[in-house]
Nanobody, 125 residues
Framework: QLQLVESGGGLVQPGGSLRLSCTTS????????IGWFRQVPGKEREGVSC????????KYADSVKGRFSISRHHASNTVTLQIDRLGPEDTGVYYC??????????????????WGQGTQVTVSS
């Protein structure tokens, strides 16, 4: 099975920033719509951001608008999620995923076929 690899998570104080990265050696992320999702124990996985194949269209959950930014980095086959002004509510395991069926993605976990193992983000003082 094809897998993506996330990195960049860690422990950060409220108000701090993190940059999460998503990549793979198995295919080009440039050819697929990419989404970022997060999950906390006892709750459903939720979408936070996604980006179209072209990179022109981006979508953000209302709870993260203005604080999260998704970007493509073609030369390194990487999609990043810049997270600013972190709060405790942002704590969770963050996953990236690729949608093989749509060039313009939806922010729904069931629409994505390739996934990573996740990277832990913990926001605590």
């Amino acid at each position: 099975q094809l897998q993506l690899v996330e990195s960049g998570g860690g422990l950060v104080q409220p108000g701090g920033s993190l940059r999460l990265s998503c990549t793979t050696s198995e295919f080009s992320l440039n050819d697929f719509a990419i989404g970022w999702f997060r999950q906390v124990p006892g709750k459903e996985r939720e979408g936070v951001s996604c980006i179209s194949v072209s990179g022109i269209y981006t979508k953000y959950a209302d709870s993260v608008k203005g604080r999260f930014s998704i970007s493509r980095h073609h030369a390194s086959n990487t999609v990043t999620l810049q997270i600013d002004r972190l709060g405790p509510e942002d704590t969770g395991v963050y996953y990236c995923a690729a949608d093989t069926t749509r060039r313009t993605p939806l922010l729904l976990p069931g629409e994505y076929e390739y996934w990573g193992q996740g990277t832990q983000v913990t926001v605590s003082s």
